[in-house]
């Protein structure tokens, strides 16, 4: 959650996503083992709640319309600032949602099978040339659902009506394959701690050398080849960022081994985090929900105030459609990388005490509202 924040306040600063400098690209690169931590453990959660409580399905259902709504309503205008929902996004949240719908279609199975259709999904999946795909396509149901499911903003927006439309940053696949796969992890999570830890480094070193091979070979898994060369318009970029410059959207195998091998191998660090980061991570931790509501806004704002301190007013590209169809950066806008970091930091301090209210109270009541926040 407080490596997202980083990106999120990127989209405001003007600062492009992953270069032309090596301190653009990581500041882009080490938020994207967010999203497959997301989608991972949401099915990690989910097994864990459902061995707590019956009705995994139903809360599943539920709990993922929720969150395709609060993406439609609360964030867009959060992102935005403005009421144009005519130009809406299908960004993490709204994914993360409907995978939630349909992972609750395969909670009655048992836990290893959905963990295999998750693998086939995820190693699967780029074996479809989504470019190519999205290349041609024309308008009509059948198409949108493709873009939903599986092409993405690859093939442009889907229309809505005349004057409405809907861009898909998060397409389905591979993302129910992830959400599967954590889903049978679930289990790994219910073992005693010494094992546990012992198949966490285990799994994870198997998915980090599957892509040190798959990448390093451009045998198959992700539709960018790297090369030795660096990339046009940035010579200053080492070859290694060619070579972790994977494909996000919609995510490829190499991608998410790239981020998910780390993920599982530093499970069993942060579950022994004790101390002061331990305790502060921890309070994010619980809510983590609540943290990603409040995030945007609060982000939004603090780059409103920057904008006036340094301009003298308030830039009227900050209330454009955030953050993908926003108009290109004003000239002289963007943020010195210290500046965004600056701002980073304030909105994770600010967000530690709300948070932490409201983890205490999730802990002392039981009211059932309280688990979709």
Not at 20 to 48: D, E, K, M
Not at 178 to 205: K, N, Q, W
Not at 262 to 279: D, I, M, S, V
């Amino acid at each position: 959650m407080v490596l997202m924040a980083i990106d999120h306040v990127r989209v405001y600063s003007g600062v492009p996503a992953g270069g032309p400098t090596p301190g653009v690209f990581l500041t882009r690169w080490i938020t994207h083992f967010c999203a497959p931590a997301f989608f991972f453990l949401a099915g990690t959660s989910a097994f864990l709640h459902g061995r707590r409580r019956p009705g995994l399905a139903r809360f599943l259902v539920m709990r993922g319309l929720w969150l395709v709504l609060l993406e439609l309503t609360v964030l867009r205008w959060a992102w935005t600032f403005n009421l144009d929902f005519g130009q809406q996004m299908a960004g993490v949240i709204w994914a993360l949602g409907w995978c939630m719908v349909l992972l609750a279609g395969l909670v009655r199975l048992p836990a290893g099978l959905v963990g295999v259709l998750g693998l086939v999904i995820v190693a699967g999946h780029d074996a479809l040339d989504v470019r190519a795909i999205a290349g041609g396509l024309d308008g009509g149901l059948a198409v949108a659902l493709w873009k939903i499911a599986y092409v993405g903003f690859w093939a442009g927006p889907i229309p809505l009506g005349e004057s409405s439309l809907l861009i898909v940053l998060y397409s389905l696949v591979p993302w129910i394959g992830v959400m599967a796969c954590g889903f049978a992890f679930g289990r790994v999570m219910t073992l005693e701690p010494e094992r546990r830890h012992r198949l966490c480094l285990a799994l994870g070193a198997a998915a980090t050398l599957a892509f040190l091979v798959l990448r390093g070979t451009n045998l198959y898994g992700d539709p960018s080849p790297w090369s030795s060369k660096p990339p046009p318009g940035s010579p200053g970029m080492p070859v290694l960022f060619s070579f972790l410059n994977t494909s996000k959207y919609p995510a490829s195998l190499a991608f998410l081994l790239m981020t998910l091998g780390p993920l599982l191998l530093l499970l069993p660090t942060f579950e022994r985090l004790r101390g002061p980061a331990g305790r502060v991570l921890g309070v994010f931790g619980r809510v983590p929900f609540l943290f990603y509501v409040l995030h945007i806004p609060l982000i939004h704002a603090l780059a409103l105030c920057v904008s006036w301190l340094r301009e003298g007013a308030v830039n009227p590209w900050l209330f454009a459609n955030h953050p993908m169809m926003a108009p290109p950066v004003p000239a002289g806008f963007a943020w010195p990388l210290g500046l965004l970091y600056l701002v980073w930091a304030a909105a994770v301090v600010l967000l530690w005490r709300p948070c932490r209210r409201f983890a205490e109270l999730k802990a002392r009541r039981r009211e059932p509202w309280l688990s979709y926040l």
